[in-house]
């Protein structure tokens, strides 16, 4: 496994979920960071898998990993950005 990994959904109620993933990947795009989005929503086993390799049962979306790293969640990605360690906490430096 490698490279930069997104897992969201296309399917949520929730307001801040969707506005959470849409930042991410505006930032990513805007960054010219390159990485795929996993809807979890196509699949019960992808949301497990998310689930599983963050390390937290109730994880819910958006969650970023590198290969076979966990990155963190929204909250850790903005403190990133916020920092200016993005680089770092995407495990790209």
Do not use: W
Request: glycine share 6%; aromatic share 8%.
């Amino acid at each position: 496994m490698s490279g930069l990994k997104v897992y969201s959904t296309s399917v949520t109620g929730s307001r801040e979920i969707k506005s959470q993933q849409s930042e991410v990947t505006r930032i990513l795009d805007g960054k010219n960071i390159k990485y795929e989005l996993v809807d979890i929503s196509q699949d019960n086993a992808l949301r497990e898998e998310m689930r599983t390799r963050s390390g937290n049962p109730k994880a819910i979306p958006p969650q970023i990993f590198n290969g076979d790293h966990y990155c963190g969640d929204y909250e850790l990605f903005v403190e990133a950005v916020e920092q200016n360690t993005l680089q770092e906490f995407l495990k790209l430096a």
